[in-house]
């Protein structure tokens, strides 16, 4: 199992960044996904999580209105894009999956909001 996630980078507050987790190593379609992100100082948090076949979703309160998951399983790809970002957005994005019990993760994704 790999989980790559990629498209963090600097932006200014108010901008937007598309980020992408390319998955490997099992049947991606019916697995449930998620993102995850971990400020400097603070606990690792769920973000926003989506279900195997994309038909279900849920958001952190803290992102809710401002950021859509989504996936592409003939890509076998999980997408994360984030609107209105603030400063308080700034940590490592993270993808997650668990798979028969096992828990994988990517190897995160830095996301910078500074002016």
């Known amino acids: 199992v790999q989980l790559v996630d990629s498209g963090g980078g600097l932006v200014q507050p108010g901008g937007s960044l598309r980020l992408s987790c390319a998955a490997s190593?099992?049947?991606?379609?019916?697995?449930?996904m998620s993102w995850y992100r971990q400020a400097p100082g603070k606990e690792r948090e769920l973000v926003a999580f989506?279900?195997?076949?994309?038909?279900?979703?849920n958001y952190g309160d803290s992102v809710k209105g401002r950021f859509t998951i989504s996936r592409d399983n003939d890509r076998n790809t999980v997408y994360l894009q984030m609107n209105s970002l603030k400063t308080e957005d700034t940590a490592v994005y993270y993808c997650?999956?668990?798979?028969?019990?096992?828990?994988?993760w990517g190897q995160g994704t830095q996301v910078t909001v500074s002016s």
């Open positions: 989506i279900t195997s076949a994309g038909r279900s979703t």
């Open positions: 997650y999956a668990r798979i028969w019990g096992t828990v994988y």
């Open positions: 190593g099992f049947t991606f379609s019916s697995y449930a």
